[in-house]
C-alpha cells in the first residue's frame, strides 16, 4: 500500500493551496483518509478526515471554515483545499489512512502514510 501526496508549495499569506493524496494497492472505500501536519518542533496535528461510508468529512477545530477535505473514491484519493492560509499553517502535510471506518483523531489509529508534503506560507 502506497499514499502518495502533492500539491505542496510556497504561497502568500490569505492564498489558497489544494493538497491530493492518492492510495495505490488498497482501497479505501469504507475506510477513513484523513490529513496531518507537522510544524517543526511541534508535534504531529490531525487536520481533518473523510470517511468513505457516506463521504463524511471531520476536522480539527483550529482549520475549521478555512480546510475542506473531499475524496473521489472512484480514484482512491482526498484532496485538502486550504484557504486563508495564514503563516502559522507551514508545515509538512501529511495523508494518512485506515482500513477500518472510524472518526479517527489520533495519528496511532492509521495504519498507512504518505511520505508528506511541505507547505510554507509566507507573511
Known amino acids: 500500500v502506497q499514499l502518495q501526496a502533492s500539491g505542496g508549495g510556497l504561497v502568500q499569506a490569505g492564498g489558497s493551496l489544494r493538497l491530493s493524496c492518492a492510495a495505490s494497492?488498497?482501497?479505501?472505500?469504507?475506510?477513513?483518509m484523513a490529513w496531518f501536519r507537522q510544524a517543526p518542533g511541534k508535534e504531529r496535528e490531525f487536520i481533518g478526515g473523510f470517511r468513505g461510508s457516506g463521504y463524511r468529512t471531520y476536522y480539527a477545530d483550529s482549520v475549521a471554515g478555512r480546510f475542506t477535505i473531499s475524496g473521489d473514491k472512484s480514484k482512491n484519493t482526498v484532496f485538502l483545499q486550504m484557504s486563508s492560509l495564514k503563516p502559522e499553517d507551514t508545515a509538512v502535510y501529511y495523508c494518512a489512512a485506515a482500513y477500518s471506518g472510524g472518526y479517527f483523531y489520533s495519528a496511532k489509529q492509521y495504519g498507512y502514510w504518505g511520505q508528506g508534503t511541505q507547505v510554507t506560507v509566507s507573511s
Open positions: 494497492g488498497r482501497t479505501f472505500s469504507t475506510g477513513t
